[in-house]
């Protein structure tokens, strides 16, 4: 038995950055000479993410083939809205209402292994195979990780260090702040031996399992490139550039380098035989400016911020991921800085706060048009160029925990929640923010050659994975297999089969069928998350 | 998570803490029982007690609403020892009348 299907996630990764990283320079090797290899062998296209291009609602939809609207995961931060209080939780695997391509692919018989993805912990109760979650603290991972003893027997990988290894939710809290010059430099090189952990958790369990369905997600790639786009960017790299800046560019490089070589690795151990497949969640770009959409709210009147408590609780409150709002007062408001939506505060009974139900269309669309007269006075161009309706974007039986509106900024930056002028200011130097656009290549026997094909959506990757591990595809997935990834005489021999549709195991659609015990569990959550702060 | 269920609430709430904290590096002369604060003594940050909430969850098979154990009169009390989470479970056990 041997690997049949193996897939590279990597986080962010965008072909601005890999097309010039994979190309001969200065007649010498490209910095990813596999990749490059890949690229002239293999068939690739772009990737279009999920509306807001962020890492859960995007790898959750690349796990499951289905929209946010259908998964219902939005964001890393949960909230339900209480009448006058407002109660924020962690987004985790149970928040997931659809089957995710580890179940399907192991209900039918295929052995699979997940390294690192988001929203695999807790992992499910049975499953044909490993898992080892990604963004869980170290402290955590052993009881995340499935089945029991695969944490146990990763310990006998030379130099395995879990607190190497796994999130740390201080550190990574970070990759949007503007920081000095050591600490980006320290921030670059924090990631290079995680990576290299990871590697050797991939590289030991295919030797040892050898899995139909191979996947490990490289998250360095993303976190990088927050603090050190300026570095990486081609198109960034002229003019007169500091000895800082080429010592960053090529610690950079350094990270891509050893990206390469672990991704030869990985396929050469897999064999001969495998179908190799490479996603990103999304693109990247750069952010040049801030835009503080709860202070601009709030000059419109939606938003009303509460004063922050003395000393060090409001420098924590201040500093903390959620928008810190009087919920007596605010109508509409900027949940965090990940989601770039709009909620409106619906009054579910009378007296409660938030407007009349029978006011929404009108609230809304004052609202946007609030949004769209946001503009630069210089320019008059707008700062949030499109803004759309929850209906537009996440139709499905998620929806209602949606944002009610979705905003793409300018720069495609993300917002700030903070209570700070001026609304939009310019960021003391760039940094790097997530594009719609992704990368999608495949590589291998049965692959075609040397293709480019035209724009590719997130929610296809697990169609694609499917087919390639002979599954056939379920009727209900959003994706379809892009059929010209692969040889007419590979299709020939593998027709694409639809099947029968996911199963949504004991999940359920939990909007609507949630138990009071359920919703006092969540309620638990979503307090203690205040706690944190 | 599910072996971790032993036949009483108290019983389980340190198996399971003592199952979290196995590889943390606490002093391993430390016996955890009754009075054992998460915060004081096991060093559990807000993360940690999330979970903790979660794996009590998993080994019983349900979901206990933890807010009534972790806020009194809309403030978050201070630390929470596993005797007063052992006591939380069996009420809600008792008052639903299953078995411990």
């Known amino acids: 038995m041997s690997v049949r299907t193996l897939f590279i996630g990597m986080d962010g990764a965008t072909f601005t950055v890999l097309d010039d990283l994979t190309r001969a320079a200065n007649g010498g090797e490209p910095v990813m000479p596999f990749l490059s290899r890949v690229f002239a062998e293999g068939t690739r296209a772009k990737l279009r993410s999920t509306p807001n291009p962020l890492t859960p609602p995007a790898w959750v939809s690349l796990m499951t083939g289905r929209g946010p609207g259908h998964h219902g995961v939005y964001d890393f931060i949960r909230a339900e809205e209480r009448g006058d209080e407002v109660y924020f939780t962690l987004y985790d695997s149970r928040d997931c209402r659809v089957e995710t391509i580890w179940s399907m692919a192991s209900r039918q018989g295929k052995r699979v292994c997940a390294l690192n993805f988001p929203f695999t912990a807790p992992p499910p109760s049975e499953l044909n195979g490993f898992i080892v979650p990604g963004f869980i603290p170290w402290r955590h991972l052993r009881r995340n990780s499935y089945p029991d003893d695969i944490y146990e027997r990763l310990k006998s990988i030379p130099e395995f260090d879990p607190q190497e290894l796994a999130w740390d939710f201080e550190r990574e809290k970070q990759s949007g702040d503007e920081l000095s010059d050591e600490d980006r430099e320290s921030w670059v090189r924090y990631h290079l031996p995680r990576e290299r952990q990871w590697f050797k958790v991939a590289q030991y369990i295919m030797h040892e399992e050898q899995p139909d369905l191979m996947a490990v997600l490289f998250d360095g790639v993303d976190k990088l490139q927050h603090q050190a786009w300026p570095y990486v960017d081609p198109n960034l790299q002229h003019g007169e550039l500091s000895g800082f800046h080429q010592r960053m560019r090529e610690l950079s490089l350094s990270y891509y380098r050893q990206l390469d070589g672990f991704i030869e690795q990985l396929v050469t151990a897999a064999g001969p035989n495998v179908q190799v497949f490479f996603a990103s969640d999304h693109g990247f770009t750069a952010s040049t400016e801030v835009v503080r959409i709860n202070a601009y709210l709030a000059e419109k009147g939606y938003v009303h911020f509460r004063e922050l408590p003395e000393g060090d609780a409001g420098k924590r409150r201040d500093n903390s991921y959620f928008a810190f709002l009087d919920w007596n007062k605010t109508i509409a408001y900027c949940r965090t800085p990940s989601c770039n939506g709009i909620t409106i505060r619906v009054a579910r009974k009378p007296g409660e706060t938030g407007i009349d139900p029978k006011d929404y269309d009108k609230v809304r669309n004052r609202l946007i048009r609030d949004l769209e007269d946001l503009k630069d006075p210089q320019t008059g161009e707008r700062i949030i160029t499109e803004i759309y309706t929850r209906e537009e974007v996440f139709p499905g039986s998620a929806m209602g925990d949606a944002p009610d509106l979705q905003m793409v900024l300018r720069d495609f930056g993300f917002v700030s929640v903070r209570n700070i002028q001026p609304v939009v200011q310019k960021r003391n130097y760039v940094i790097g923010t997530h594009h719609p656009d992704g990368v999608f290549m495949a590589w291998g026997p049965g692959i075609e050659a040397g293709k480019v094909l035209g724009k590719r959506h997130i929610t296809d990757v697990t169609s694609t994975l499917l087919y390639s591990l002979g599954l056939p595809v379920p009727s209900d997935l959003e994706g379809k297999v892009p059929t010209a990834m692969f040889t007419a005489e590979y299709q020939a021999k593998h027709p694409l089969k639809i099947g029968e549709p996911t199963r949504s195991g004991d999940k359920g659609d939990r909007g609507e069928t949630m138990d009071d015990e359920e919703k006092q569990q969540l309620m638990a959550q979503l307090q203690m998350l205040g706690y944190m702060e | ?100």
Do not use: H
Request: charged share 20%; hydrophobic share 45%; with cysteine.
């Open chain 2, 1 to 100: 998570m599910s072996s971790l269920k032993k036949n009483t609430p108290i019983d389980t709430v340190i198996a399971v803490a003592g199952d979290i904290t196995q590889d943390w590096g606490l002093d391993p002369g430390m016996k955890l029982g009754p009075e054992t604060l998460l915060a004081a003594d096991l060093e559990f940050t807000s993360i940690d007690i999330i979970q903790f909430c979660v794996a009590l969850d998993q080994a019983y098979g349900r979901r206990f609403g933890f807010q009534d154990l972790l806020m009194k009169e809309g403030s978050y009390i201070g630390d929470v020892s596993l005797g007063q989470f052992a006591d939380f479970i069996d009420s809600r056990l008792q008052a639903q009348g299953a078995p411990a």
